[in-house]
């Protein structure tokens, strides 16, 4: 059965730095796509992510310079590494497989709070 | 900045027929945006209807279909139930791998 499991998620001050990670079962990560979904409390869904299983990755443009997206395959994990947060950052961080250019499995989400 | 525009809400009577689009505020929605739905309900994370403008995912009753209509992509949904109520997303993929959600429909069965 395919598992995604983030965790990671913390309160964090503005300029801060944090890396939140998805484990992964029934599949493994370096095989797939992987993406990165975010969703600030009561608001809808933002893409952010994306790790191809070449290695690419790709970033939408709110985050690039700040967000880094990697994996390590012997862990089966997902990792979002994130500097200089800012209080817009505050999110539920999903993590999902990518296939045929949709998100067709997600993980529960781990909260993201950037405050001083 | 590409911006996916969706109805902020839609209401639907039990039973009744709905159908929500999904465009681009500037340009036209084809099959080489690989149009996707989801749908979400409150406290719960996002659960996949439609990918590639019309094929359901696994355990998606065929109440739920997907389309192009005009230039938006389109998702309608048949016979509405009462837990059909929920907030429903589109996802497009635009150039340079970039994927971008639209801002969600709140639809409400009454």
């Known amino acids: 059965e395919v598992q995604l499991v983030e965790s990671g998620g913390a309160l964090i001050q503005p300029g801060g730095s944090l890396r939140v990670s998805c484990a992964a079962s029934?599949?493994?990560?370096?095989?797939?796509?992987m993406s990165w979904v975010r969703q600030a409390p009561g608001k809808g869904l933002e893409w952010i992510s994306i790790?191809?299983?070449?290695?690419?990755?790709s970033h939408t443009d709110s985050v690039k310079g700040r967000f880094s997206i990697s994996r390590d395959n012997s862990k089966n994990t997902l990792f979002l590494q994130m500097h200089n947060l800012r209080v817009e950052d505050t999110a539920l961080y999903y993590c999902?497989?990518?296939?045929?250019?949709?998100?067709?499995?997600w993980g529960q989400g781990t909260l993201v709070t950037v405050s001083s | 900045q590409t911006v996916v525009t969706q109805e902020p809400s839609f209401s639907v009577s039990p039973g009744g027929t709905v159908t929500l689009t999904c465009g681009l505020r500037?340009?036209?929605?084809?099959?080489?945006?690989?149009p996707s739905w989801y749908r979400q309900t409150p406290g719960q994370a996002p659960r996949t209807l439609i990918y590639?403008?019309?094929t359901r995912s696994s355990g998606v009753p065929d109440r739920f279909s997907g389309s192009i209509l005009g230039n938006k992509a389109a998702l309608t949904i048949t016979g509405a139930q009462a837990d059909d109520e929920s907030d429903y997303y589109c996802?497009?993929?635009?150039?340079?791998?970039?994927?971008?959600f639209g801002g969600g429909t709140k639809l409400t069965v009454l």
């Open positions: 999902a497989i990518t296939r045929d250019y949709a998100l067709q499995h």
């Open positions: 029934g599949f493994n990560v370096g095989s797939n796509f």
């Open positions: 790790m191809y299983s070449n290695g690419d990755t």
């Open positions: 500037s340009g036209s929605v084809s099959n080489s945006n690989y």
């Open positions: 590639r403008t019309n």
């Open positions: 996802m497009l993929y635009i150039d340079s791998d970039i994927r971008v």
